[in-house]
Each structure stands twice: as C-alpha cells, then as structure tokens.
C-alpha cells in the first residue's frame, strides 16, 4: 500500500464519503479539510440528540459544542469520558476517546480543559511494516458570565497528526493551533402557564493554523466552523420535561474550485483534457488553492462555491434532537442529523438513553443511518461522568 493509498483511505473512512457516479466531478463538491476527527460529536448525550449542541443545557461535556455553557452549570465541577468505536462496518479498531472536565470559579466563570484521541488502528504497510496512525487535540477554556443571562468564552487547542508512513522521506506528523471564540444566552421565560427555557449558543472553533506533513510544501486547512444553535426546554410537570434542540454549521473554509471553474477562468483552446486537468492538480496545490490563508479562507468560505448561492446552502448542514427527562435521573433522546448529498452525504437518525445519580451519570447513543451504505451505520457511543460535588459529598459520609 503506498503513502498516497493510506492517505486517500483514511480520508474517506473518517470522511464517510460515499461513492458517486461519473458526474461527481462537477456535482459531488464536498469541503476538504485535514485532521477530520475534530468534527467527530466526541460524547453520547449530543450524540443522540443529531450531534446537537451549542445551545442544550450545560453539561461536562460542553467544551467541544459550547464551552461558554459551563458557568451556567449546576454542578461545581465535573469530568466526563466518552468512548466511540468508529466505522466498526469497515474495520475493527478505530476508536476516538474524549476526556473534558471543568471547574467553576466562584459564581460567575470557569475553567475548563478537554483531551481528544482519535486512533486509526494498525494499517499494514509493504515490507511487513505495520504503522499506527493517530490524531489528538488538547485544548483549555475560559469561561465567564457577562450578565445573568449571558456568557462568553475563548479556547485555545494544540492539535497533531500522525499520519506518517515512511519516515526516510520528506513527511512528518502535522501540528496546528487554533482557538475558539463562543456565546451563550438563556433565559426564563413563559410559554402559556409554562415557564420554559430558551438557550441560545454560538460557537466558532479551529481558528488556526494550516497542517502540513511535508515541511509546509503543501497544507490543508483545519475543520474551522461556525456552528449556531437554539434550545427550548419545556416542562410538564415537576418530574417530566421535554426539549427540542436545534444545530447549524458551516465550515469556513474554502471549497475548492472546480475543474469547470478553472477551464472558464484560464482557458486554453486547442489543448487536451488530460493535461489541462493536470494543470489544474497543480493549481489547486499553488496558488489556487494551497496558498489562501486561514483567515482569507474563513471570509471566502461564504461566497466561493462554484455552483455560487445555491451550493452554498448545500455546505450547511445540521441536527435536530428532542430529550425527554423524569426527575432530572433518567433521559430518553432521539434526533436527526442532515448533510448534502453532494457534500457528504452523512444522513442519519440518532436514539439513546441517559441515566443520573448524584455522583455520575452514564449515557448511551446508537446511529441508525438512512444513506445506502453509510459505514457511520450502528455507531455507538458510551460516557461516564462525574459530578465532583456528588463524589465529595459521598466520601464525607
């Protein structure tokens, strides 16, 4: 298997791209971004809610969805773990690990921190070498409460990839930093005789850097996005409650012009396909497209599609979930998550169950997909958290 064979499979297997047909050249556009598992829902709660989480109530596992969420929370402090066998249709040991956690600092801010590894398993390579590829994040938080309705918050992350298959050539794993910048508004407020509560989040994550395995010669960009989210939390009683949340994102980084767009803006009558096409290779990794910056790439992103307004629509996609809960001990989700056809495809319908006592709390998601031959098909996800509170009173007794 060669480099550039490990480096296509694995795209499309975190990717989960399925395959088209001819006409996928001009049709089939999706956004291409590096260290793909930063956009992998690390936990099972938003899991099975669509991967729906800017605006749901606070939890530990707020750093990825909304790390602005947390000096609302309940609890002093907490730390979650979260495990997802991923892709377990094609291969059986790819896994992504999540740990967060956070502390609140007096009554109006908190700090907070989250480790991410993803492992891509053992990929046999010639000579009878076998390599480990594998990526991770590390990232911290501050949060803090602006007014009694409103919070802010900024994270920093480190990000690596190790991808490399043969140390004796020019490649090296990848490294990238990026930062977050994300808000939180709730508020009571009453429904007919119902006093509800409306969340509302925003978080833009992984503005940063590029990553490059080759010394800078060529990069990609991270999985910059900017995700809004809305949250209705209704109760029926003092013991039962149902909300409805609501997630939309786009990726702010540019797509990659077409071959159509490049053949229209340097035309060449009299040459042949092939090598225009090659032209175009060699464009896209100059200045093309390898050479927009991060920060141009963000502001591109809006207005870049070649299939211009209506394609960019196509580049936002989402989820919805709805969560039912008796007596703040035990939950029942359901949600949909939905991505163009022509810009991924991922299509499918999340349930899970969550079950609470005052120390920890343990939730379950199961993806059930609606695209033909989705390998994202039967996904589980598993996390255990802790209330630190609950622990220190316990060890009181």
């Known amino acids: 298997m060669t480099k ?21 050249k001009t049709q089939f556009n999706p956004v291409y971004t590096g260290v793909t598992s930063l956009s992998i829902a690390p936990d099972a709660r938003a899991g099975a809610l669509g991967d729906v989480g800017a605006a749901t109530e606070p939890d530990a596992n707020s750093q990825y969805w909304n790390p602005a969420k947390y000096p609302f929370n309940i609890a002093r402090a907490g730390v979650s773990m979260s495990y997802t066998p991923w892709l377990r249709q094609l291969v059986s040991d790819i896994d992504l690990v999540n740990l967060a956690g956070f502390y609140r600092i007096g009554d109006y801010s908190a700090l907070s921190a989250s480790l991410t590894y993803f492992s891509l398993g053992e990929v046999f390579v010639e000579d009878a070498m076998t390599i480990k590829p594998y990526e991770m994040a590390f990232d911290v938080a501050y949060s803090r409460m602006l007014s009694e309705t409103f919070s802010a918050a900024i994270a920093l992350r480190y990000i690596f990839s ?45 503005i940063g850097t590029k990553i490059s395995y080759d010394g800078g010669a060529t990069n990609e960009f991270i999985p910059t996005n900017l995700r809004l989210g809305a949250s209705l939390l209704m109760p029926f009683d003092e013991y039962n ?12 980084v540019p797509t990659k012009p ?19 096409y090659s032209e175009y ?31 960019e629509l196509r ?6 979930g709805l969560e039912y809960c008796y007596n703040q001990q035990f939950s029942l989700r359901a949600g949909y998550h939905y991505e163009d056809a022509y810009k991924g495809n991922r ?21 059930i997909s ?16 802790f209330d630190m509170d609950g622990l220190k009173d316990l060890f009181r007794r």
């Not at 990848?174 to 429904?191: E, Q, V």
């Open 370 to 385: 609606t695209a033909q031959s989705n390998p994202l098909d039967q996904t589980l996800r598993f996390s255990l958290s």
């Open 241 to 252: 409650t149902l909300s409805i949340s609501l997630d939309l994102n786009k990726l702010l």
């Open 258 to 276: 077409s071959y159509d767009q490049f053949l229209q803006e340097n035309p060449a009558p009299g040459v042949d396909d092939n090598s225009r």
């Open 347 to 367: 299509k499918y319908f999340t349930l899970g169950a969550g079950f609470r006592m005052s120390v920890f709390s343990l939730d379950a998601a199961y993806l």
């Open 4 to 24: 550039n064979n490990i480096v296509v499979w694995l795209l499309l297997a975190v990717m989960a791209v399925p395959a088209f047909s001819q006409d996928a």
């Open 162 to 206: 190790d991808l490399q298959y043969d140390y004796t050539e020019d490649i090296s794993p990848g490294n990238a930093f990026s930062a977050d910048i994300a808000l939180y508004y709730n508020k009571y407020l009453f429904l007919g005789n119902r006093e509800c509560l409306l969340g509302i989040g925003a978080n833009i994550s992984n």
């Open 281 to 311: 290779q060699a464009w896209l990794d100059g200045t093309g497209y390898n050479d927009i910056s991060p920060i141009t790439g963000i502001f591109k992103s809006f207005a870049d599609a070649p299939g211009g307004f209506k394609e």
């Open 315 to 320: 580049e936002i996609y989402g989820g919805i």
